[in-house]
């Protein structure tokens, strides 16, 4: 899954519900362009150790950028979901360049509040890693409830099968993985996948044995995880990015991002537009209770319509100059007339502008 694939289905998804407004059809077209349903929330530890796992072994990403994403993975991301932080180890703690514990104290961190949901106005890289956060998630999730279906079903007779024709004949291994430990097992065939300690065919066939037609969903399990952590390692460098991420947690701070201040989440997202003016602009609801995922790519100004806007700004503050200013005013019959017709201003308020006008001269 590219970056560039997911940002264009959802650009599709915009352009579709721009013609069904243009033509008048489709009812009512408002709301989130794609709602996604995240299964179980107990995954995100899973989710997250593996991340980390693959993390601590990146040479090319500094301590700090590491310390920061392992924070976003066990604190940020289950406190938007309202699910249980995961707990940071002591060697977690820890700068990966062997350096001593750094001090977090005293610094602003997101506050959950109490709302129904969780808010964030994000750029495209917030967007493409939630998409392969979830992805990851659902993958996970599946192989997990395909596992406790299988020592379910199988287990009572497993000791009474007979060996495969393919292993009787030595054409296969016989996988001495107990049925109970498919899940934990499969855990750390992935980290070893990732590692490098495993052979990418041997995996494949390992999860064939083991869940059979479900297996398909792991083959790419990696490269999965390989990209999470790139986007990751944007999150914590790009500028963009690091301030998206504080307006988060100076909104939080305001109650902005929980649903139950209308006014505050509206500044919110005029701050947000304004930041993310040269970028794409995502307004990203997440359900606690449910733990579903509503996106919704906000329209931005292209460049011929923003020169259109500074325009009409410019001749609107041109317009309102002509009535404050007293030169104007008294030479300009034009205007005189059109304020008598049709008055913007209220002309006692002109009258008392001009008085303090002449005190100051």
């Avoid at 709602?35 to 530890?45: A, E, G, N, R, S």
């Avoid at 917030?126 to 192989?143: A, D, K, N």
């Amino acid at each position: 899954m590219r970056a560039k694939s997911l940002l264009g289905e959802i650009e599709t998804l915009f352009d579709d519900r721009q013609e069904q407004i243009a033509d008048g059809t489709g009812g009512d077209v408002s709301g989130p362009h794609l709602t996604l349903l995240y299964p179980d929330k107990m995954i995100f530890d899973d989710a997250a150790g593996l991340i980390v796992h693959h993390l601590k072994r990146q040479t090319g990403i500094h301590g700090d950028d590491k310390r920061k994403i392992k924070e976003f993975m066990f604190h940020s991301v289950p406190d938007l979901f309202a699910a249980r932080r995961g707990e940071l180890s002591d060697d977690e703690d820890e700068d990966d360049d062997g350096g001593d514990v750094v001090e977090t104290e005293g610094k602003q961190q997101f506050q959950p509040g109490p709302g129904s949901y969780s808010l964030i106005f994000g750029n495209n890289t917030y967007y493409v890693f939630l998409r392969l956060h979830h992805t990851l998630c659902e993958r996970l999730f599946r192989i997990y409830r395909q596992a406790v279906t299988i020592a379910e079903t199988e287990a009572p007779y497993r000791q009474m099968e007979k060996d495969s024709t393919a292993v009787a004949l030595r054409l296969r291994a016989l996988t001495e993985i107990d049925i109970e430990e498919y899940y934990p097992a499969f855990l750390d065939m992935v980290k070893n996948l990732l590692d490098g300690n495993m052979d990418p065919g041997l995996f494949e066939d390992t999860c064939r044995e083991m869940f059979g037609v479900h297996a398909y969903i792991a083959f790419t399990m990696d490269k999965l995880i390989q990209n999470i952590v790139r986007q990751l390692h944007n999150l914590v460098t790009d500028e963009i990015c690091m301030k998206v991420f504080d307006m988060l947690v100076d909104e939080s701070v305001a109650l902005a991002t929980t649903g139950n201040v209308p006014a505050a989440e509206a500044a919110y997202q005029k701050r947000a537009e304004q930041m993310l003016a040269e970028d794409n602009c995502f307004k990203i609801v997440i359900r606690k209770r449910s733990g579903k995922l509503e996106i919704e790519f906000m329209e931005g100004l292209d460049d011929e319509r923003a020169s259109a806007h500074s325009a009409d700004v410019e001749k609107w503050a041109n317009y309102v100059e002509k009535y404050f200013i007293e030169e104007q005013i008294e030479s300009s019959e034009k205007v005189k007339i059109r304020m008598m017709k049709r008055p913007v201003l209220l002309l006692r308020n002109l009258r008392w502008k001009k008085s303090r006008m002449k005190m100051k001269m």
